[in-house]
């Protein structure tokens, strides 16, 4: 179709510039090939039709042409649901399979409607709007199977959102019928309104034998820890009503209350709160005056003033979400909604999706006996925790509260995660809100560890071919105590390294690897010859680092073992007139970068930099043979969220005459690289990471009024 | 001739095309076809591979208009007020079903958490692990010898070893516990019990009743946790120390993370009863290569009798290795479970970085009403045993890396002595009890961890030295000086007179407190040195030494300068501490510096003031540091330290040290200093300066000690570096320089 489509429309734009005779030619032909491919058209669907509409014309249809199931008087009916359940007893962990992407398949039965033996339904409803969202938001995603036998969930169309619409014995009948029951073993039900009048019980009252909960509702007595799901109650004012999300920060009220159904005992409570407390405070109910109908669920009053319900909730820090008869209150949601902290008070609730969602971050938990200190102990909250919890409520609704595609992904991830723990969702994953997931630093070296002495440091030589340069850095580095192996990166293709008896004699062990190709990135390759974590990179050309400093360096490192330690300091500026980046290599005050021509830091970052090294930085910098160090101090700093340290005042490292600029960066072009270097690869990080500090690392008592000789470190060059 | 090749042309590729889609349908037919003969699907139309759209009727929300009605408050108050429920509710939900709500009585604990520990038996030694869990308890800061001002009530019974077979067993329990005057049905009762049940069955049995007590307990089975009520604590030996605690076996973190095996354990096989299936299948996935998995039938009196065909075998293995080589060359260990369902293999694998892989089904982990312990162990499914080695070799590097090193930080601030423990279980029962002014998550499962982290302090976790890197946050720049004075004012020469001035000048100061711990009646304003900056003075309740760490309403910014009056500084050397100090928030940054040792001869720790290569503390005379420290330090030390520095007046600058590196692991930073601060106060005698008192020192010596006593091990750590401004004394000219100050003599 898409080919005959293409056909059409380029030809109009030929015809005219044909002869009359080629024209009636292709003509012709092309209704030829168009009637053709209608044929084949029609035949291909035609005959077919009847059989094959479930896979040609799925995508609309109507609930009448589901399968008509009557229940008789005398069908099963599950057990009880068994309070002891738990994912080690009562779930059949083989079905879901070991399988290298750590997701679980879930079946839908398809739908039927269900009568008992006078052909009444079982539901009142039937299928809700909800729940088909659900469904189909399952049937979208990566979770769903069709192969009934490949599922390791099983998740009924038989809607039992609200138990009151439901007719309880003949609803466990039909979960009873269905094809793969047994038991309810891995069968998961989503219920958001549990229990009836007059005792409202906290969870669904139909029987299910095993099924696992998806519950809107649960207290802490029918909750299944680790595994019923305890889900929230979604509002249907989510889909019909855009708040914008308002930025955080002080409301107009301090406290409100939207709920129209508080117990009489609890608006007493509330009401001698707002006598205390005035203005702060607004309590809003149902508008009694107000015509009936759609309207009255998004009003609200407050002696006869009307207010919009849900955009009220914007204009208040905190809103009250006290328990109805039942616990779960779809008011909740519109409340998150609206980025106004919550105020849960209903005892024994087991929050939504509390096993992975901290609420401590975006709710204030209070008891119902405490409800004449809420005023008190709200204003005991700092402000900057309040706008945190704004933002973290607003998310929350985002994430998980929003639409039933939401809840029913979050539950099913929360099952997967139970299934598989190993692949689980961190806690950040599930709490940090994308801003902070972006700004939060989470050091892979995170423990406090100061490293022992003793298994010393391997330096790793990078050299191309000025050898006796190689050799005398080699003798000075030779000569530091905690020194443990010597590897030369030999980066020089046409040329091979000396013979072995010429090298000069040293006590550790030395080792030339030669390269395949010229590259700066070789310095930085995790050799397994690398058998310590402290790496110190040098150039062969830095001869002026003594034992003492180099072995300063060392130590210092220890204290430091997630940073870059190195000697020659740089620095990152904000050029006001060009409005980029600057690389700044002058004798400054600050410190944002140290050279890697001279540098201890852990084994771990030749890990980052050869393998996890973002963009295309690492082949960019193999392509210019330039920036490889600054590159290396940005991804440092980029997961370390730390600055380098500079040890000892040395900035001249090849000969006591250099200027500050030495060798390679003499050259002005040079310069202008480097600069774009930092202005790359801030582009390629998305932020600049690279931290400015004012410090360096000098032995303690360096230039102190005391013998030199009882100095650990006495040998520090001033320059 | 032209044309007639062009038609054809023309004719062919049209012809081809249809042949091309004709082909198409026919292949997409085949491969819808062969999809629903494979799986079944072409007999059963009404198997949609996708849920499909219901367009007819319309569907309704689930929440019908009569929901709104069915919530109301007509309808609600023909039942229970919200009062009555929970009273009723109280009724109902006892003993097994216990919750806070209903077996706890808050009231008790309105005057502050405290804990009363009965008065031991008479006669009767408790065995040692429980005399260290009331030991650590009686020195904790919730200790109360006064029963009715206690909020928590703790057993002098021992209950730690409840199986019958035990020596350790305790009878008569029940009867006795009936006879304790405040027992209350176990009302606001905290039970320690390690071990339940008695073979063949090992149930969670304990031979008495409970009631509405908690209980503490080793080995919890899910099903019998009443969760938010219980707590799960870890199985220790009787050798668990007291205080202090081994360190983790980690001291640098290895790349890559992959040790010599993947998966180790050593330990029994049950040849029958419970707990045996687990272990006796190890074998199966044990390869003598990277995954060590050795057990034993040699353990009990009758081994032989019920031994079976690979006893012999398994028992040779199980000599082959050596259990510590194992447990420091592995990545992972197992932790099956044993007779019950946590074992010691859990701490042990815990202390050397060998993250756990736990097989235990129904066993509520460790505190995990705070852990989060999928950071740290891998949870795995006894039912899948043999997907464990597929499991473990498919955590990447940087997991690995991660994991251990979160075992090595709870290890250390959970575990690894029994002093933990117990301050762990009763900080989580704390934290139920003001739920609004409670540990986050965060503040448990990441450094220092919740037993150094208040709540009290903040809830707001950015108001912590610990967490700005985390939170993406970074400490403000603004400090609040804070001057202790302890003479009169004289006259306008007073070094402090100098000091004000020089504080007064940083920009980053929006501060000055004067501490008056002097007994005249403090200056009127008017006395001291007009300064744009806001000044204060306060006066301690107390005039003592403890006072100036104490968390004063008014300092109101997160960095703290503490000053002695007599101090010398400069704006210079005042702005680049500060500047220092926020790359290091969580440390103790400042100019004069002390040092630490161990005095072998006398066998104890040893203070020196002498000029030395390295440094473990930096002096509060002039010290940066974070204002929640000032909490920690009144509210995280017992009264014992602290009266013992009150007393003396002396070493409340060591106990700050002691106390910040035991939060950090890591020792305080040094900055460069124009002049060596104090050393030429003391030179000059100054009448004033208590350093000129010999008492002094010896006392500095003697309070090392007592802290380290307390602590249970060494705090401080050795620094050999000191921090100076990055053109510090180069031969550059002056003018270059920003803190020309600190070089001028």
């Known amino acids: ?719 | 001739m032209q044309a007639k090749k062009r038609y054809l042309l023309v004719s062919v590729g049209a012809c081809s095309l249809l042949l091309a889609y004709l082909c198409g349908l026919q292949i997409g037919e085949f491969h819808s076809q062969n999809r629903a003969a494979l799986y079944g699907l072409s007999q059963v139309p009404s198997f949609p591979p996708r849920w499909p759209e219901w367009v007819d009727p319309p569907l309704q929300t689930y929440l019908g208009e009569a929901e709104q009605e069915e919530d109301g408050p007509l309808l609600l108050h023909q039942h229970t007020s919200p009062r009555e429920r929970r009273e009723i509710q109280k009724n109902i939900y006892k003993s097994r079903r216990c919750r806070m709500d209903t077996c706890f009585d808050f009231q008790r604990c309105e005057r502050g958490f405290k804990i009363y520990v009965y008065p031991p038996q008479k006669g009767e030694v408790p065995s040692e692990s429980y005399q260290k869990i009331l030991a650590a308890i009686e020195e904790s800061r919730f200790y109360t010898t006064d029963p009715n001002e206690a909020c928590l009530f703790v057993l002098s019974i021992d209950t730690l070893d409840r199986d019958q077979l035990s020596a350790q067993y305790v009878h008569n329990v029940r009867a006795r516990i009936q006879s304790l005057p405040l027992w209350y049905e176990g009302r606001n009762h905290l039970i320690f019990n390690l071990y339940s049940g008695t073979w063949p069955d090992y149930t969670e049995e304990l031979g008495f009743d409970i009631g509405q007590a908690m209980l503490a307990k080793a080995s919890t089975d899910m099903d019998n946790f009443r969760p938010h009520f219980d707590i799960s604590i870890p199985l220790f030996s009787k050798d668990h120390p007291q205080k202090g605690g081994d360190k983790g076996f980690l001291n640098l973190n290895n790349v890559p993370p992959l040790r010599k095996y993947l998966l180790v354990f050593k330990g029994k096989r049950y040849l029958t009863g419970i707990g045996s299936e687990t272990r006796n299948a190890l074998y199966h996935i044990h390869n003598g290569d990277d995954i060590i998995l050795l057990t034993t039938c040699k353990h009990g009196k009758d081994w032989e009798k019920h031994k079976d065909a690979r006893c012999d075998r398994d028992n040779e293995e199980y000599t082959k290795f050596d259990y510590q080589e194992l447990l420091h060359n592995s990545s992972f260990c197992l932790v099956p479970r044993g007779r019950r369902l946590g074992s010691f293999r859990f701490l042990e694998a815990l202390q050397a970085a060998c993250i756990p892989v736990l097989l235990s089904n129904g066993w509520e982990l460790p505190f995990s009403e705070v852990i989060d312990w999928s950071k740290a162990a891998i949870i795995g499914d006894e039912r899948l045993l043999l997907q464990v080695p597929s499991i473990t070799r498919s955590v990447g590097s940087d997991r690995i890396l991660a994991l251990r090193q979160q075992t090595q930080f709870l290890w250390d601030a959970y575990f690894s002595s029994v002093t933990k423990i117990v301050l762990t279980t009763l900080e989580i029962v704390h934290d139920r009890i003001r739920t609004h002014m409670s540990r986050s998550r965060q503040m448990w499962n990441s450094l220092p961890g919740g037993l150094y982290a208040l709540p009290e302090f903040s809830s707001d976790l950015s108001l912590f030295p610990f967490y700005y890197s985390t939170l993406g946050k970074s400490p403000p720049q603004e400090f609040t000086a804070i001057i202790q004075a302890l003479t009169p004012l004289q006259s306008q020469q007073q070094p402090i007179f100098k000091l004000i001035h020089a504080v007064a000048k940083s920009k980053f100061c929006v501060q000055i407190l004067v501490l008056w711990n002097c007994e005249k009646p403090p200056p009127p304003r008017n006395k001291w040195p007009s300064i744009t900056t806001p000044f204060s003075i306060i006066e301690g309740k107390r005039k003592t030494m403890s006072g100036r760490f104490y968390p004063h309403q008014a300092i109101k910014t997160d960095a703290v300068l503490s000053l002695d009056e007599d101090s010398v500084l400069s704006t210079n050397e005042v702005d680049f501490a500060f500047i220092v100090w926020q790359s290091f928030p969580d440390r103790i940054v400042g100019y004069p510096a002390r040092s630490h040792y161990w005095d072998s001869g006398k066998g104890r720790w040893g203070y020196t003031s002498k000029w030395t290569n390295e440094y473990s503390m930096v002096l509060t005379g002039a010290a940066f540091y974070h204002r929640y420290y000032h909490h920690l330090y009144t509210h995280y030390l017992p009264m014992s330290l602290l009266s013992m520095v009150d007393q003396l007046a002396n070493c409340e600058d060591i106990l700050i040290n002691f106390l910040i590196s035991a939060v950090t692991k890591l020792p305080p930073i040094k900055v460069t200093q124009k002049k060596q601060y104090k050393e030429t106060m003391m030179q000059q005698g100054s009448k004033a300066s208590r350093w000129a008192d010999p008492d002094h020192f010896a006392q500095r010596q003697s309070c090392m000690n007592s802290f380290t006593s307390w602590f249970g091990f060494m705090p401080l750590l050795h620094s050999q570096l000191r921090l100076d401004p990055v053109l510090f004394k180069d031969q550059v000219s002056i003018l270059r320089k920003k803190y020309r100050d600190i070089e001028r003599l």
């Not at chain 1, 021509?597 to 082949?619: C, E, R, S």
């Open chain 1, 1 to 719: 179709m898409c080919a005959s489509g293409k056909y059409g429309s380029r030809g109009p734009a030929l015809i005219p510039r044909m002869k009359t005779k080629h024209r009636i030619y292709y003509i012709t032909l092309f209704s030829v090939v168009l009637l053709g491919l209608i044929a084949t058209g029609m035949f291909q669907f035609w005959p077919h039709s009847i059989e094959s509409s479930a896979e040609w014309s799925l995508d609309r249809r109507s609930v009448h042409d589901a399968p008509l199931v009557r229940i008789s008087v005398n069908s099963p009916i599950p057990g009880r649901g068994d309070l002891s359940c738990r994912m080690h007893t009562c779930f059949d962990v083989y079905r879901c399979g070991y399988n290298p992407k750590n997701k679980i398949k879930v079946y839908i039965y398809p739908l039927q409607r269900f009568v008992d033996e006078v052909g009444v339904p079982i539901s009142s409803t039937g299928l809700s709007r909800e729940y088909n969202d659900l469904l189909s938001a399952i049937s979208d995603s990566d979770f769903y199977t069709d192969d009934v036998s490949r599922a390791c969930l099983f998740v009924p169309s038989i809607d039992v959102l609200n138990q009151n619409s439901l007719r309880i014995r003949e609803t466990a009948q039909a979960l009873a019928m269905l094809p793969r029951w047994d038991k309810g073993m891995n069968h998961l039900l989503f219920n958001m309104l549990p229990g009836g009048p007059p005792d409202y019980n906290t969870a669904l009252d139909v029987p299910r034998d095993r099924a696992l909960l998806a519950g809107g509702g649960f207290s802490t007595w029918t909750y299944r820890q680790g595994y019923d799901v305890s889900i929230p109650v979604y509002s249907p004012l989510s889909a019909e009503v855009d708040l914008p999300e308002r930025q955080p920060g002080p409301r107009r009220y301090f406290i409100l209350s939207s709920q129209t159904a508080i117990h009489r005992e609890y608006r007493v409570e509330l009401e001698r709160l707002k006598d205390e407390n005035g203005e702060a405070l607004l309590l809003l109910d149902k508008c009694s005056n107000l015509s009936q109908g759609l309207t009255s669920v998004r009003k609200r009053c407050y002696k006869g003033q009307v207010y919009d319900y849900p955009q009220i909730l914007q204009e208040s820090s905190f809103c009250v979400v006290l328990r109805g008869a039942r616990l779960g209150q779809a008011t909740l949601s519109d409340v998150l909604q609206a980025g106004c902290v919550p105020v849960i008070m209903a005892d024994s609730y087991i929050l939504p999706f509390s096993e992975v969602l901290d609420w401590k971050r975006a709710s204030v938990v209070i008891p119902e006996e405490k409800l004449p200190e809420m005023y008190t102990i709200l204003k005991s909250i700092p402000h900057r925790q309040v706008e945190e919890m704004q933002r973290q409520a607003r998310w929350f609704w985002e994430a998980y509260f929003s639409s039933m595609k939401a809840i029913g992904m979050t539950t099913l991830q929360i099952i997967n995660d139970r299934i598989y723990p190993y692949a689980a969702h961190t806690y950040e994953e599930w709490n940090n809100p994308p801003v902070v997931k972006w700004s939060s630093v989470n050091s892979p070296l995170f423990l406090p560890l100061i490293p022992p002495r003793s298994p010393g440091f391997t330096a790793v030589v990078l050299t191309y071919d000025r050898i006796e340069s190689l050799f005398r850095v080699i003798t000075e580095i030779s000569k530091v105590p905690s020194l443990a192996k010597l590897l030369v990166v030999w980066n020089n293709q046409n040329k091979s390294p000396p013979e072995e008896s010429l090298w000069p004699k040293v006590a550790v062990p030395l080792k030339v690897v030669r390269t395949k190709e010229n590259k700066l990135s070789n310095r930085f390759f995790p050799f397994d010859e690398i058998e310590t974590e402290a790496v110190l990179a040098i150039d062969d050309d830095i001869i002026m680092l003594t034992s003492d400093e180099l072995q300063f360096g060392y130590e210092v490192w220890r204290e430091f073992p997630d940073r870059l330690v190195g000697y020659p300091g740089r620095l990152h500026l904000w050029d006001h007139e060009m409005g980029k980046w600057k690389y700044e290599s002058e004798w400054t005050n600050e410190v944002s970068m140290v050279l890697t021509g001279a540098a201890f830091y852990h084994k771990y970052f030749n890990y980052l930099y050869t393998y996890k090294m973002p963009g295309d930085i690492k082949n960019w910098v193999d392509a210019h043979m330039n920036c490889e160090d600054i590159a290396m101090n940005f991804l440092v700093a980029n997961i370390t969220g730390k600055a380098p340290i500079k040890v000892t005042p040395r900035k001249k490292f090849k000969c006591p005459e250099c200027t500050a600029i030495d060798g390679l960066s003499l050259d002005q072009t040079h310069m202008v690289e480097r600069s774009e270097c930092i202005n790359k690869f801030a582009s390629v990080f998305g932020t600049m990471p690279l931290k400015v500090v004012e410090h360096r690392a000098d032995p303690v008592l360096y230039k102190d009024d005391f013998p030199e000789k009882l100095k650990s470190f006495p040998n520090i060059g001033s320059l």
